[in-house]
């Protein structure tokens, strides 16, 4: 009778557990909007709806990954996912909610490097549209997350430092290493923790066990990335170590993480190879794309994973998508099956309390650092492309004026309306088509 009993229990929890995956899936075709929309949505099915968890327990949820670095809303959903059914629901969750935007995406991708020229030509409008998200994203970002004059500070630094001051220091200073972002990030960490002017409440050290397996297996694959891809020709991984830094240096979310890709897809020359990995123009579609599609902002991934795969063929792209996608969101959940079961004893950490601050007003510093330097080649014109040093202005145009017109208009109805994302995409594409 007990066997019996427990056999129903444990097919009581399976069919849960599956039910739980189909909310995710219906929540992953309608998250437009970016972290905060999906924390909406999460709210209204997750826990209005059906009742998985508390308010409380989703807003704590949010706030732990909000401090660790990787996709924020993909993270909470994976520790909701691990509350109610451990890593491997986790596992499945993560999954069920990166899936339709990756085939998607790949899809995109793979049409527009087969259709390169009408493709992008029909696509035209759709970079100005991205420069108009990208702008209102980091806005909105330093409103919320910046709460004192340290904050604006950092902002401003981060700002400065990987934006204005990048083309007149790159003769002296590598200003586009890829370390440039986490370094403006720990020092901002650090300014934080030194001058931290608010109350710690006390901590009492206690005696936690570590899940180190988690932590250990993260730190060997960045290592491990890390080396191959100095030494290794193989595009794919290239692919898979920038994408796995990336997905273990960003803070802050997928805004964050577009002045990161913008840098290192487009400016830096893989081994082996004559160019970077896509141009631009190529980065902004994916950009404007990954707007009118649902799901996570890093599932941008899929589309620079393909695109940078257009010369080797169908397949390349596929395994280039794949190969991205996996680098991006394999940290973030490693780290939450690290840090998930030791949560609730360390999150109230001084280093965590002081230092936390400092790098989220910092990362959105880098997100207006990003429009910035997405506006230069949308909206002006070079003498020679690629230099985006004022004394390569084209002097005789040197603003590109129907794109900064619509830059201009779509910031205002971002700010101003409530329309959905997805629409400003549609007419982008629309206009290019018709004219």
């Keep these: 009778m007990y066997i019996l009993a427990k056999k129903n229990t444990n097919s009581v929890k399976k069919i849960k557990r599956l039910i739980f995956l189909k909310d995710v899936f219906i929540i992953a075709f309608s998250a437009y909007g970016g972290p905060n929309m999906h924390l909406a949505l999460y709210q209204k099915r997750l826990v209005e709806e059906k ?74 409008f759709v970079q100005p549209v991205a420069v108009g998200f990208v702008i209102v ?51 901002a960490g650090l300014f934080s923790f030194f ?9 009492k050290p206690i005696k936690i066990k570590f899940p180190w397996r988690s932590l250990v297996t993260f730190v060997v694959i960045f290592i491990l990335a890390g080396v191959l891809g100095k030494v290794s020709s193989n595009p794919l991984v290239i692919l898979f170590e920038n994408c796995y830094r990336f997905g273990t240096i960003v803070f802050g979310g997928g805004n964050v993480l577009i002045p990161m890709m913008l840098e290192q897809f487009t400016n830096h020359i893989p081994n082996g190879a004559s160019e970077p990995f896509m141009t631009t123009g190529e980065f902004l579609n994916g950009v404007g794309l990954v707007q009118a599609i ?18 080797y063929g169908i397949m390349s792209q596929v395994a280039g998508s794949f190969v991205s ?25 001084p280093i965590v309390v002081k230092a936390l601050p400092g790098v989220i ?44 017109a619509i830059i201009a208009v779509c910031s205002v109805l971002l700010f101003k309306t409530k329309i959905k994302s997805p629409w400003y995409i549609i007419v982008a594409i629309l206009c290019g088509v018709l004219f």
Aim: proline share 6%; charged share 10%; with cysteine.
């Design 361 to 404: 007003a910092a990362s959105s510093g880098l997100v207006l650092a990003a429009a910035y330097l997405m506006l230069l080649p949308v909206g002006f014109n070079w003498v020679i492309p690629g230099d985006y040093f004022y004394t390569n202005l084209d002097m005789v145009a040197p603003v590109n004026i129907v794109q900064i």
């Design 195 to 203: 001058d931290f002017k608010g109350t710690v409440q006390k901590y």
């Design 325 to 349: 996608t996996l680098g991006i969101f394999l940290p973030g959940a490693l780290l939450i099956f690290f840090v998930y079961p030791i949560w609730s004893k360390i999150k109230m950490h």
């Design 294 to 311: 649902p799901g996570p902002i890093f599932t941008i991934a899929s589309f620079t994973g393909a695109t940078a795969m257009k010369g």
């Design 137 to 187: 994203a980091g806005v909105k970002m330093v409103k919320k997350s910046v709460k004192n004059r340290q904050g604006y500070l950092l902002a401003t630094m981060a700002f400065v430092v990987t934006a204005l001051l990048r083309y007149p220091l790159d003769t002296w200073v590598n200003m586009k290493t890829p370390w440039m972002f986490p370094i403006v990030l720990v020092t």
């Design 51 to 124: 009742k998985y968890l508390t308010t409380e327990q989703l807003m704590e949820y949010f706030s732990l990954c909000q401090m660790l670095p990787g996709p924020s809303s993909t993270q909470t959903l994976m520790s909701i996912g691990y509350q109610f059914g451990g890593r491997v629901l986790a596992f499945l969750t993560l999954l069920v909610w990166v899936l339709p935007a990756f085939i998607l995406l790949t899809i995109t991708a793979i049409f527009i490097g087969a259709f390169q020229d009408q493709a992008l030509g029909y696509l035209r």
